[in-house]
DNA sequence: ACGCTTGCTTTAATCGTTTAAAGTGATAAT
DNA sequence: ATTATCACTTTAAACGATTAAAGCAAGCGT
């Protein structure tokens, strides 16, 4: 079946594929067209199925009202959340999204923004991935549109969209001290990754604030290349430490879930003998047996600033704008009241 | 910074762009290009940073490589696996993933199945939603080659590539038989889709097949409008039934979380109670307090075998492919022994 | 001296749109 | 009778790539 394109419809009615043009793009009555013929012209488009091929018209209008989004790793369900939000987002402002999934590979992630770029994507989402910065600072270069979600290097002044990482860690371990909690353990990757660091800094100035005294041995840095082996040794310090740890902070929901399976099998009580507190929420805390309270990012909010930002790129260049967000306390029943 | 094209190049480097696009598209030694042209132009292209125009490109060679992927939901675990599989398979094909989520509704399947084809998608792979069929027929007169993915039609005969989903029901209900239940419950959807009406007939074949009279009541058709409270209705029939049923089998991920999370509340105990068996795996089964027995569709195979499908009929008009694949048993300790 | 290769390069059409500019009758004004 | 205006419509040049086909020297054979 051969694809229908103007010239089809204006043989069909009998006139130029100027006219035909005009018609379907609604400026029948500013290019005056005859009544009679937008009439004909619409119902030839109707009955012959004619679909605009957007590669022509982007080609012409040297735009393709489509927003590359890359995202850290889709089996995240903060992925899948910014995913939705930004579709959604797009739609309104009417692009579409093309997206991709970096794995948190260099590699990949370097591949991605290239293949978006190449298909002419009028601007671009990132959640970088570690080490992106070359990339980055290239992507500045290039001019082309971009704003980076979720994590955002300092050093490179770039557009960004982030959770205030740093009060959102210092608010809940707040929170865990104002519950009593007099040793707070912290387990994060060992990371370069500054939204990540931010919350270390957070829990820190925190334990500061509240004049408790922090021990050397309550944060625990965990390769991403061993979670389960770092961590299970890690709950195994900070218990059976002289003074056990009595909270157990942990700043990603990987990280969380990790260490509930382990205070699971061990059969280690929440929040009886530990309260846990996570930073974002996973699937798999419905099944816990207890409520797992934890900070909730806005994840809505945060792909419409994003499309936010980067349409408004697009559109008139407005430069510089670094969103931060506030994260919300969802309370649960895995802390001590 | 003005985008570079192959005229940069040419102007640059004082040759025409015929020559250009020959030396950059590894024709240099077929078009006879001198090696002292050819040498300059991949310089110059290397020093502009030259990207080729991919929307131009596929205007001039009426084909995008790009493969539209229409998913249920983006949520769901099983739509980020085959994301996954199809991305990784496509990529091998050198075809990119253009790609979009339904969100089970009618109107933006539709949405998307036409802004993808105005894309000019060489080809599409769809998880069709409910009450889709009129698109698909659609679809198959436009002659824009396509493959239904995990959900087809029996009425329409398109290519597809679904699980069997009859003998997975069936295989999972024997197995619970001949671990000795004797009154096994089945909750699933209430639907028209093919492929949950096949895990219903399988598990009712396993039962026949095994001389178990069937009870009406085993069978509880959940409505996803409420699907707690069916559930918990449906749970409270099952045990408080004169004779009590001793498995639940679910249709679903999504049911088994529900239903998982409704025992949990009441503490009936698994398998003590009641043996659990779930269709699909779920994150949330992570901190369940034991391993959840389940089905595991081979999620990375039928990513491979939609993208070949579809491939193949791009390539060579393939017509008429109807792979089905063949699910995995995973046991866990949720079924009595 | 004339055509014929050979080796390399350019010309120009094309893909399906958009859109400024020019074209065309008919009617009205001078 | 000439020109201007109006109400439409068509022409044709882009957009950035691909690729037949044609062009052009230089060298060779006769």
Redesign the interface.
């Known amino acids: 079946?051969k694809k229908v394109g103007l010239k089809d419809i204006a043989e069909h009615v009998g006139v130029s594929i100027a006219l035909v043009s005009y018609v379907l793009n609604g400026q029948a009555e500013l290019k005056q067209v005859s009544k009679e013929n937008a009439e004909k012209i619409k119902r030839a488009a109707e009955e012959l199925?004619y679909?605009?091929?957007?590669?022509?018209k982007?080609?012409k209008m040297l735009k393709?009202n489509t927003i590359g989004l890359v995202v850290a790793d889709?089996?995240y369900r903060f992925s899948?959340g910014i995913?939705?939000a930004v579709?959604a987002e797009a739609k309104k402002a009417n692009y579409?999204v093309?997206?991709?999934?970096s794995n948190e590979s260099e590699d990949t992630f370097e591949e991605l923004v290239?293949?978006l770029?190449?298909?002419?994507v009028d601007g671009l989402i990132l959640v970088p991935v570690e080490n992106s910065q070359p990339q980055i600072k290239m992507l500045q270069?290039?001019?082309v549109p971009f704003v980076l979600l979720d994590r955002n290097f300092p050093e490179i002044q770039a557009n960004h969209v982030t959770l205030n990482n740093h009060k959102a860690a210092y608010d809940a371990t707040t929170y865990l001290i104002k519950q009593g909690h007099k040793r707070i353990a912290f387990f994060n990757y060992q990371t370069t990754f500054y939204h990540l660091q931010q919350r270390n800094q957070g829990y820190l100035d925190a334990l500061k604030d509240n004049n408790i005294k922090f021990q050397e041995h309550w944060l625990q840095e965990v390769k991403s290349s061993d979670r389960a082996g770092d961590i299970k040794r890690g709950i195994g310090t900070i218990l059976t430490h002289a003074k056990p740890c009595d909270a157990a902070f942990f700043a990603t929901d990987t990280l969380a879930?990790t260490g509930?399976?382990y205070l699971?099998k061990h059969n280690i009580k929440v929040p009886g003998q530990l309260s846990v507190l996570s930073f974002d929420e996973?699937?798999?805390?419905?099944?816990?047996?207890c409520p797992v309270t934890h900070l909730q990012q806005p994840l809505a909010e945060m792909g419409r600033a994003a499309v936010d930002t980067v349409v408004g790129l697009i559109d008139h260049n407005k430069i510089n704008r670094q969103v931060s967000l506030e994260s919300k306390l969802v309370k649960g029943k895995s802390c001590r009241e």
């Open positions: 079946m199925n679909r605009p091929n957007q590669i022509a982007s080609l393709t889709i089996n899948t995913t939705r579709e579409t093309l997206f991709g999934s290239n293949a770029i190449n298909r002419q270069k290039s001019g879930i509930l399976k699971n996973s699937e798999a805390f419905e099944l816990f047996y």
